[in-house]
């Protein structure tokens, strides 16, 4: 079986590349590239990937205009299909404005652009994007975000770590993120949004020039986990 | 037909940037200022008629982000001299 990842790239996506290279790392498989404007995602997909990067320039507020574009209608359709989403920092951001996630990504605490690599704790390894990892171990994950202060109203956070869909937290605070939450999974565990950047942790240190390979892993998780579905 | 949508930050949302804007009035000499919060005005020009329901629907579904902001709608009426 051939694993199907489809990548989508809005105006402003910059990660959306190296997202695809992290898939076809792993799973052997070319990412299909999917534009915003499409209606239509492809058929019998297997993941859906939304990039980071600045869509739309973050007019309005980070992720809102893509959160409307015609491609999203189809992504939130396939959510409740139970299609696997993935999205990391923009992604992220995206996922929260079109409520497929909970909470929203306010303006970093410290007002400064972030961008450096940070410990995370895996806090749930249950998960299909998390089983290849330890529960409670330290990873190395590049953060590159203005935008990644994590935001919910106490009840929907402790509904959160009672459910556990808290994937990641910061090891140390890093963005004034409510209870240094990094990232974040649906009520049904197949939809993952985190600001972190595991594509850009997938190679061997020795020729990394960003960071390690702890992120290569979050990767391995999803490919096992859909190739023994 | 003018219609103005204010939006806030929910009370309790940390607002950073009206942080360091409150801190910069205090570093000029303005003294005795509480709280700042920043917001957003967005000026619609709209079809006349436009229910309170069609506006609504508007920020409910992307002026605001109704998790961590709240909306209030201004109706302006007509423009001088079309009445």
Excluded at chain 1, 60 to 71: E, Q, Y
Excluded at chain 1, 143 to 158: K, M, Q, S
Aim: net charge negative; proline share 5%; glycine share 10%.
């Amino acid at each position: 079986m051939t694993f199907r990842a489809a990548v989508i790239t809005f105006p402003g996506s910059n990660c959306d590349r190296d997202m695809a290279v992290a898939l076809e790392q792993v799973s052997g498989a070319p990412a299909i590239r999917v534009w915003h404007g499409d209606a239509e995602l492809p058929e019998r997909l297997d993941l859906i990937a939304l990039p980071g990067g600045f869509s739309y320039g973050d007019y309005l507020r980070s992720g809102a205009m893509a959160a409307t574009s015609p491609i999203m209608r189809a992504v939130i359709a396939a959510a409740s299909r139970g299609v696997p989403v993935l999205g990391v920092c923009n992604g992220f951001q995206v996922l929260a404005e079109a409520r497929l996630l909970p909470g929203a990504l306010l303006r970093n605490a410290g007002q400064r652009f972030i961008c450096r690599s940070v410990t995370l704790t895996v806090e749930n390894t249950d998960s299909l994007f998390t089983s290849a990892y330890v529960p409670g171990e330290q990873i190395r994950i590049p953060v590159a975000h203005h935008d990644g202060n994590y935001f919910a109203d106490a009840e929907t956070l402790d509904r959160l770590e009672g459910e556990g869909r808290v994937a990641f937290r910061y090891a140390e605070p890093c963005n004034g993120s409510a209870r240094d939450i990094a990232g974040v999974l649906s009520a049904n565990g197949r939809v993952l949004g985190m600001m972190p950047h595991p594509e850009r942790a997938i190679e061997p240190a020795a020729v990394s020039t960003l960071g390690g390979s702890d992120g290569r892993r979050l990767f391995e998780s999803i490919f096992t986990a859909l190739a023994s579905a | 037909m003018q219609v103005r949508v204010l939006v806030r930050l929910k009370p309790g949302v940390l607002d950073p940037q009206g942080r360091a804007v409150h801190h910069a009035l205090e570093g000029l000499g303005f003294a005795g200022v509480e709280d700042v919060r920043i917001g957003r005005l967005i000026e619609l020009d709209v079809a006349d008629g436009t229910d309170h329901a069609t506006l609504t629907a508007m920020c409910e579904k992307l002026l605001a982000n109704t998790v961590i902001e709240s909306f209030t709608i201004e109706g302006l009426g007509e423009p001088e001299g079309t009445r």
